[in-house]
């Protein structure tokens, strides 16, 4: 099993900056990608950015240029850096990881942690 524990929520105006992190513990030996995806009241959860074990990150077309994903290994923590925040940014926002060799976008998901821009 893998334990997910997001920070770094909050609320911000528009325009705003905040950096979301991800620890994550456990069976972490098993874990490719981390992401992180968002979920707006009333709509379905979203990818946001996912970044693979070796580095390689997608990003939503709604956060390109403006969201960043990283991941420090030897943490065992993902981060989303958020810039130029959008009202519509906000929901609540889940880190998630993806085993190897896995067929669902994510395996395990931590709590969430609310972002709210204001506008």
């Known amino acids: 099993q893998v334990q997910l524990v997001e920070s770094g929520g909050g609320l911000v105006q528009a325009g705003g900056s905040l950096r979301l992190s991800c620890a994550a513990s456990?069976?972490?030996?098993?874990?490719?990608?981390m992401g992180w995806y968002r979920q707006a009241p009333g709509k379905q959860r979203e990818l946001v950015a996912r970044?693979?074990?070796?580095?390689?990150?997608n990003y939503a077309d709604s956060v390109k240029g403006r969201f960043t994903i990283s991941r420090d290994n030897a943490k065992n923590t993902v981060y989303l850096q958020m810039t130029s925040l959008k009202p519509e940014d906000t929901a609540v926002y889940y880190c998630?990881?993806?085993?190897?060799?896995?067929?669902?976008?994510?395996?395990?998901w931590g709590q969430g942690t609310q972002v709210t821009v204001s506008s």
């Open positions: 970044i693979s074990s070796g580095g390689r990150t």
């Open positions: 998630g990881a993806a085993r190897y060799y896995s067929t669902s976008p994510s395996d395990y």
């Open positions: 456990g069976s972490i030996f098993s874990i490719n990608a």
